[in-house]
């Protein structure tokens, strides 16, 4: 089946940045989405941005509009967010995730904590 991994959390300060991928294995779909979607303490799931294997712009949370960029390199099935100018509000697990239409895929989560 299908498995999602993702990695390039850490602890950072304030303002600092932070490129998180995903790459994911037995992946076989020609047309899907890839995500990454976050979960803060005592907060819903959130999705932050969103990218279509078929090209396209992204979709960003209003959130993160400007300071996070998605981005993809098809050929190896793998999904990566690159975030700036980092703020408290931005602590949670960020998993990504995949799939066509819906997001059946999902991985365990890296964490990112910023302080």
């Known amino acids: 089946h299908v498995q999602l991994v993702e990695s390039g959390g850490d602890s950072v300060e304030t303002g600092g940045s932070l490129r998180l991928s995903c790459t994911s294995q037995?992946?076989?779909?020609?047309?899907?989405?890839m995500a990454w979607f976050r979960q803060g303490p005592g907060k819903e799931r959130e999705g932050v941005a969103v990218v279509y294997s078929g090209g396209g712009s992204p979709l960003y949370a209003d959130s993160v509009k400007g300071r996070f960029t998605i981005s993809q390199d098809t050929a190896k099935k793998q999904v990566f967010l690159q975030m700036n100018d980092l703020g408290p509000e931005d602590t949670a697990a960020y998993h990504c995730?995949?799939?066509?239409?819906?997001?059946?895929?999902w991985g365990q989560g890296t964490q990112v904590t910023v302080s």
């Open positions: 037995r992946f076989t779909f020609s047309k899907y989405f």
């Open positions: 995730a995949t799939g066509w239409p819906d997001f059946d895929y």
